[in-house]
DNA sequence: TCTGGGGTCCTAGGACCC
DNA sequence: TCTGGGGTCCTAGGACCC
């Protein structure tokens, strides 16, 4: 198996297309008021700044760097043509992200797997690299598994190469800080440093049932191989995508609900245009909402069958907002939808495929139907309130979520679902394709 | 005015069904 | 009146990765 890692891979994109940013330190990364650091150049790591700090700290560790807000059509270019150098080399490459990618050297055309051979043949590659990209490095890892591989990458940066020969590998990671080990974060971390356990060396003591009680069964399970050097995962070269989501934060907390509403109608829209170009579609809607203080909440809802309709996601998103109180400001929104299907749902409000975002559904009385199956999100009603939406349905009783000209996501009403104030709102045409109870 | 954005996976509790 | 399990789906939160 091998692990290939572009070094500082934004920052040396933007050195590379800017002369006079060679050799000097640039920071790419949000570069707002609460920005943090995405990628930072050698150069400016020599004075301590590091993914994931916040810009302000970056600026004031190194403020003669260059702060870049990045350009990605630019890296996905890039990391496009070190895919393809890849996959010329084996059918087996699976991309992690943009700068990153295992690769199945059994599928790669080599005469043997023999630690010479395998050398050779990742520095043909790392070589590959730096023509492809015009000039970029890449960190190499080769070794029996992924959890090896990836671990060799990092040894040597930048522009290096480790190759653990078959057998080696205990007692390369024995000595190591456990935190090396991929999904090894701050918590668990810690959790394991309460308890003694700080090296591979110290993981290998614990058993299985030891290390499931202390870190829950999926990681339990997991780590015990990982400290045994045991992982056989195979390359995945395609994954299907599981969500889609937007979200922002703001440099002022946001106070103003009508404001909030807005952004969540803007990103709704967003999501919803990536679902379409993708040919995708989602039945549950999440929306995120961080407050000032930095607690994070999630909503979600789950309707009968997959969107991609902007409007639907948009009203959801309102709706699910209406329940948090965001009275102490709220520092990032999001709006994402998951639960995919790579269909789209008949469009049942007769929308079309340009629909506007503020439609207003038109309002349309229909006889009453009793028992009639309603379906959660998408049956739009009609009573005394005004027009509503149906926002939940189960024993004889249906929600309504009404929407107001104060608010797109207003008042709730329950109603027996024999109602007759009730009256479901159905699209005009076409004649004769009534589905009675069928959504 | 510490703390991004796009993801994945896991856990735990409750509803519901057989 | 008291008492089963197992499985699946949904929701909310959290850890983690790049």
Redesign the pocket.
């Known amino acids: 198996m091998l692990h290939l890692?572009l070094d500082a891979f934004f920052a040396a994109v933007e050195q590379r297309d800017k002369p006079s940013l060679r050799g000097k330190p640039v920071v790419v990364?949000?570069v707002?008021?609460?920005?943090?650091v995405?990628t930072a150049s050698y150069e400016a790591r020599v004075y301590g700044v590091r993914?994931?700090m916040?810009t302000?700290?970056a600026r004031a560790r190194c403020p003669h760097a260059a702060f870049l807000s990045g350009r990605f059509h630019a890296y996905r270019d890039t990391s496009q043509r070190v895919m393809a150098l890849l996959r010329d080399a084996s059918p087996l490459v699976e991309p992690?992200?943009?700068?990153?990618a295992f690769v199945d050297l059994e599928q790669a055309d080599l005469p043997d797997l023999t630690v010479p051979t395998v050398t050779a043949f990742a520095e043909r590659l790392r070589a590959g690299v730096v023509e492809v990209t015009g000039g970029l490095t890449a960190s190499v890892g080769v070794g029996t598994s992924k959890f090896v591989a990836?671990i060799a990458s990092d040894l040597d940066k930048p522009d290096g190469l480790v190759v653990v020969a078959p057998g080696a590998e205990l007692e390369l990671l024995r000595p190591m800080d456990v935190?090396v080990?991929?999904?090894?974060?701050?918590?668990?971390?810690e959790r394991l440093r309460r308890v003694g356990i700080h090296t591979v060396a110290d993981l290998e003591t614990v058993s299985e049932d030891e290390m499931v009680r202390l870190?829950?069964?999926?990681?339990?399970h997991?780590l015990f191989q990982l400290a045994r050097a045991q992982d056989d995962r195979p390359v995945v070269p395609e994954?299907?995508?599981?969500?889609?989501?937007?979200?922002?934060?703001y440099?002022?907390?946001l106070t103003d609900r009508r404001l909030m509403e807005g952004l969540l109608t803007r990103q709704a829209s967003?999501v919803a245009g990536?679902l379409r170009k993708h040919g995708l579609s989602g039945?549950?809607v999440?929306i995120k909402v961080?407050l000032h203080?930095?607690?994070?909440?999630?909503?979600?809802?789950?309707l009968v069958s997959p969107t991609d309709s902007a409007a639907t996601i948009a009203r959801l998103a309102r709706a699910?907002l209406v329940d948090l109180d965001t009275s102490g400001?709220v520092?990032?929104l999001?709006v994402?939808v998951?639960?995919l299907a790579d269909w789209v749902q008949e469009d049942l409000f007769g929308e079309t495929g340009q629909e506007d975002e503020d439609e207003v559904l038109p309002a349309v009385e229909v006889p009453h139907h009793s028992r009639r199956a309603w379906a959660p999100g998408m049956d739009v009603v009609h009573a005394e309130h005004g027009r509503g939406w149906v926002w939940g349905s189960?024993?004889g009783v249906v929600t309504v979520r009404f929407e107001t000209a104060e608010s797109p996501a207003g008042p709730v009403r329950s109603f027996r679902d024999d109602d007759p104030e009730l009256s479901p709102w159905q699209p005009p045409e076409p004649a004769g394709a009534e589905e009675e109870g069928v959504l």
Do not use: N, Q
């Open positions: 890692d990364g949000g707002g008021g609460r920005g943090v995405s993914s994931a916040s302000r700290e992690l992200s943009l700068d990153e990836k935190r080990i991929p999904g090894v974060g701050p918590a668990t971390a870190l829950g069964k999926a990681s339990g997991w994954r299907e995508a599981k969500s889609v989501s937007v979200e922002g934060t440099d002022t907390d967003d990536r039945r549950t999440t961080r203080d930095f607690t994070t909440l999630s909503r979600s809802t789950t699910l400001g520092r990032l999001g994402g998951s639960g189960g024993r």
